[in-house]
């Protein structure tokens, strides 16, 4: 598997290994491999990527929950929460689970470029849920002002991080989408290793799902 800093899963094809060029390999299974990488990142589906590869279920989860801690840091640096509690912690991480099962995305073509090279576009319908964040903090911020005013650093940032991840939980069930954006990826055959595997532009797929620049 080829994990990055995110922790998106991105498995090498092991029922194709050996395979001297794609000619074996069809545009409906590259599109099915794909399908089962995004499926496993976003929905926790791990069935069908755990048969494609030679790793287990619970290490593919491991590599899931790098994915979600990784949401949950982006998160804490993104509203300044500040010495969050463990408990808040595993709030956020149970949160973001629940976040990334709204994915919305469609791969919606697959190209064969050459023999060993595939082409795939995949629609991505971003989640808008920090923008509403962001203006449920907003309009919460002069009442904050007022039951926060003559508080010790401490105390104050002991109220905005409860604010924080209370905002949080209470607007998953509001979650709406922005209008698609489309993501070309491409999975090709390496020589080295013998494996199929996905580039690196598989994260953009990841930067648009919960989308923070709005």
Request: charged share 25%.
């Amino acid at each position: 598997m080829k994990l990055k800093m995110a922790g998106l899963v991105i498995a090498c094809m092991t029922l194709f290994v050996g395979c001297n060029s794609s000619q074996s390999v069809t545009a409906e299974q590259i599109t099915e491999f794909v399908q089962a990488n995004i499926d496993s990142d976003y929905l926790r589906e791990h069935t069908a990527i755990q048969e494609l590869t030679t790793q287990s279920i619970e290490h593919i989860d491991e590599l899931y929950m790098q994915g979600i801690r990784y949401d949950v840091e982006k998160y804490i640096n993104y509203t300044g929460i500040g010495n969050i509690t463990a408990e808040q912690v595993d709030i956020l991480l149970e949160t973001f689970v629940e976040i990334n099962k709204k994915a919305k995305y469609t791969i919606e073509q697959t190209t064969e470029i050459s023999d060993d090279l595939f082409r795939l576009v995949v629609e991505v319908e971003p989640m808008n849920i920090i923008k509403i964040v962001t203006d449920d903090r907003d309009a919460r911020f002069a009442d904050f002002g007022i039951q926060t005013a003559g508080m010790s650093d401490i105390e104050f940032n002991m109220l905005w991080n409860e604010l924080m991840v209370e905002i949080l939980v209470d607007n998953v069930d509001k979650i709406g989408y922005y209008e698609p954006v489309e993501v070309i990826i491409e999975v090709f055959y390496n020589e080295e290793t013998g494996y199929y595997v996905i580039s690196d532009e598989y994260y953009d797929i990841y930067d648009n799902i919960i989308k923070y620049d709005f």
